[in-house]
């Protein structure tokens, strides 16, 4: 079974930081998704990587399939940013906990 | 071109009720998975479906929970006899294939 972690569970940070989500996966998997979820629930995809980088606006999302790890990094956050992102393997769809960002004006 | 589509946004039962959720997947999507998250925790998978095929229901409760995506019309899950562990936020997903994901905005099931 996929154990999916991600770090920090947590994160606060002021308007303009540069943040920095972690996921690491147990099993080699062949892509992996990046979520978005608004403190209202919804849930949006952000992401679906398999390999190297993918950038939309200020959200970078990167994947080391060998090191069974990625990174989601929002550059120039900003408050309506804030939200639970959540990883997620592709093939079985087992999720992170998430990591509830806020951030402050 | 309207998004994944779930009804009842929020639904509430009484204890041994039956709780009848229905989500309609994007245009031209044959995929759809259902989520459940409890309150305070995240989200896990429950089953996977194609047109009128369960692909995967590892992460279905094996009693009182079942899944279907007919034919025709959208893909129901329904808890029979429902308890108060129920209660939950049940999201659907769809997908041309395996790839992008497009969820639902949730219903959310009370169980009194």
């Known amino acids: 079974k996929n154990e999916v972690e991600q770090s920090p569970q947590n994160l606060t940070a002021q308007e303009g930081e540069f943040i920095t989500i972690n996921c690491s996966y147990s099993?080699?998997?062949?892509?992996l998704h990046w979520l978005q979820q608004h403190p209202g629930g919804g849930i949006v995809s952000l992401f679906m990587l398999s390999s190297g980088k993918k950038k939309h606006g200020r959200l970078i999302a990167t994947i080391n399939i060998q090191e069974k790890h990625s990174s989601l990094h929002i550059t120039a956050s900003h408050p309506r940013d804030s939200a639970v992102y959540i990883c997620a393997d592709t093939d079985k769809l087992i999720f992170g906990t998430g990591t509830r960002l806020q951030v402050f004006p | 071109n309207a998004g994944v589509m779930q009804n009842p946004r929020h639904l509430v039962r009484r204890r041994g009720q039956e709780a009848r959720l229905r989500c309609s997947p994007m245009?031209?999507?044959?995929?759809v998975y259902w989520y459940r998250q409890l309150p305070e925790e995240g989200l896990k998978f429950m089953v996977y479906?194609?047109?009128?095929?369960?692909?995967?229901e590892s992460g279905m409760p094996k009693e009182r929970f079942s899944a279907e995506f007919p034919k025709e019309g959208p893909s129901i899950l329904r808890i029979q006899q429902v308890v108060r562990g129920d209660s939950a936020a049940y999201f659907c997903?769809?997908?041309?294939?395996?790839?992008?994901?497009?969820f639902g905005e949730g219903s959310r099931l009370t169980v009194l």
């Open positions: 479906l194609q047109k009128e095929n369960i692909i995967d």
């Open positions: 099993v080699g998997i062949s892509a």
């Open positions: 997903a769809s997908s041309k294939g395996p790839g992008e994901l497009f």
């Open positions: 245009k031209g999507h044959s995929h």
